[in-house]
């Protein structure tokens, strides 16, 4: 059963000493909000990210993919709005000068920070794109920015990808990639940082077809909260009011998460018109239409846009993974097991080998079992340490299968398999090990 008391404290002493996510620049004091994924991290994320790629553009024929740079021509920018409108509403307190989005508190409050009274400035809207120069010259015109959302280079490339992928409407474009927001407030680990990830999906549709495909969008998003084990009673879905709506979009659905730090948005999933088309069609004097093979027709395609952030969804998948049993020890008691419950085609190590003892008499036969197991799947090898520690190790990190080397296994060419939820061991042949673990992915 989840932990009901899990704190954000927990998971991030759990993430570190674990090796999922590290603080950034931690010798050096630190960098606020910035996070390193680890050895186990990186791998987690990578497969959360292949496993949205193989469902969302691998197994759909109405799907391809694209990987664009991250600093696009700032016209781009000037186009999709963001120059303009791209802000938070920034207040500062003109005592201490702590900074905080005026959306998010009580204007009338007293500073959070200082205490002081009355000493919050009037909202100004603050841009949240992070802005650079490219080549040596600081100088109006050499100003560029980082992307502050994959989806707009979707948009700049549509006709020649369109053209190229030789691809009707209704069809869909994805990239996954980083993206940069100068948040006013960012925090809460990796749920709102300042470099992130996001997985985006441009889906082109005819514009009387929107609806539709925005339902199926919506089940479609369910189906990958289910397959990536996020629990489900902590899932909803927001409809954003039209008063909150970003200025591209007509409808939203945010899927929201309760996070240990409440509820808040986890995806979102927007009808942005033919709004990104229509404006890089009139900014860039390129005629973007798409002309009806069949009917000759020529019109703008709307778009319905799935865009999940990849920092978010491991984060979900941590407070939904989290789990503390009661386990009883080799001596008859009992003692709290901390298991993180992923998905099993998501942990990131997938089997450990765990020989019994460190005599080469079982390594000669656990070090080659390993590295041919690990030409299929993500396998640690650990030799030290009792074989409880070892398991509990394990199972701190997800991984589905232990698997046991002992003296035995020199006589009957056979190992023992624990499984990672029921704790149950059985013994199966070397010879079938492969066989056997192919069957439980
Ligand atoms: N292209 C539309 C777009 O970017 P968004 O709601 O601003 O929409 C989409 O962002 C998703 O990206 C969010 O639902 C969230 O998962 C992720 N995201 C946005 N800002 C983030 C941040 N500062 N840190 C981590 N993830 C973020």
């Known amino acids: 059963m989840a932990d009901e008391k899990l704190t954000m404290e927990t998971l991030v002493a759990l993430c570190k000493s674990r090796g999922l996510i590290y603080p950034g620049s931690e010798i050096y004091g630190g960098m606020a909000n910035s996070w390193d994924y680890g050895p186990l991290g990186v791998i987690l994320k990578n497969n959360i990210k292949q496993a949205w790629w193989k469902m969302f553009v691998q197994e759909r024929l109405d799907m391809v993919g694209l990987d664009a740079a991250l600093i696009m021509n700032p016209k781009v920018w000037q186009a999709s709005g963001h120059l303009a409108t791209f802000t938070d509403p920034l207040v500062e307190c003109k005592n201490c000068h702590e900074r905080y989005r005026a959306d998010e508190i009580d204007l009338t409050a007293a500073c959070a920070k200082c205490g002081t009274k009355d000493s919050l400035t009037e909202p100004a809207s603050f841009n949240l794109m992070f802005k650079t120069f490219v080549g040596p010259k600081e100088e109006a015109e050499s100003v560029a920015y980082l992307r502050p959302e994959t989806a707009q280079a979707i948009f700049v490339d549509w006709p020649l990808v369109m053209n190229s992928a030789r691809r009707r409407v209704p069809f869909g474009v994805a990239q996954i990639g980083k993206a940069f927001r100068n948040e006013i407030t960012p925090g809460n680990f990796i749920f709102r940082t300042r470099e992130f990830e996001q997985m985006e999906i441009?889906?082109?549709?005819?514009?009387?077809?929107?609806?539709?495909?925005?339902?199926?969008?919506?089940?479609?998003?369910?189906?990958?909260?289910?397959?990536?084990?996020?629990?489900?009673?902590?899932?909803?879905?927001?409809?954003?009011?039209?008063?909150?709506?970003?200025?591209?979009?007509?409808?939203?659905?945010?899927?929201?998460?309760?996070?240990?730090?409440?509820?808040?948005?986890?995806?979102?999933?927007?009808y942005r018109t033919d709004?990104?088309?229509?404006?890089?069609?009139?900014?860039?004097?390129?005629?973007?239409?798409?002309?009806?093979?069949?009917?000759?027709?020529?019109?703008?395609?709307?778009?319905?846009?799935?865009?999940?952030?990849?920092?978010?969804?491991?984060?979900?998948?941590?407070?939904?993974?989290?789990?503390?049993?009661?386990?009883?020890?080799?001596?008859?008691?009992?003692?709290p097991r901390v298991v993180m419950k992923f998905p099993k085609a998501l942990a990131p190590i997938k089997v450990a080998i765990l020989p019994l003892s460190?005599?080469?008499e079982l390594t000669s036969v656990a070090k080659p079992l390993a590295e041919r197991l690990a030409k299929k799947w993500s396998v640690d090898y650990d030799e030290t340490q009792s074989i409880g520690k070892r398991y509990r190790r394990q199972d701190e990190i997800g991984t589905p299968y232990c698997v046991t080397v002992d003296f035995d296994s020199l006589n009957d060419q056979a190992v023992t398999v624990r499984d990672r939820d029921s704790m149950e061991q059985e013994r199966v042949n070397l010879a079938e090990l492969e066989e056997y673990l192919s069957a439980k992915f």
């Open 358 to 360: 460190k005599k080469d």
């Open 202 to 270: 441009e889906y082109f549709v005819k514009p009387d077809a929107w609806e539709a495909a925005f339902e199926d969008w919506l089940k479609r998003l369910h189906e990958w909260v289910e397959f990536c084990g996020l629990d489900s009673e902590k899932v909803y879905d927001l409809e954003v009011p039209p008063e909150e709506l970003a200025h591209y979009s007509k409808r939203t659905v945010d899927i929201e998460f309760d996070f240990p730090f409440g509820r808040k948005e986890l995806y979102g999933l927007a």
């Open 275 to 335: 709004f990104d088309l229509r404006s890089h069609m009139e900014a860039s004097g390129k005629d973007l239409r798409f002309t009806d093979p069949q009917t000759g027709e020529k019109y703008l395609p709307h778009v319905i846009e799935p865009s999940l952030g990849v920092d978010r969804t491991f984060l979900a998948m941590l407070v939904s993974a989290y789990t503390v049993e009661e386990a009883r020890t080799a001596d008859g008691e009992t003692e």
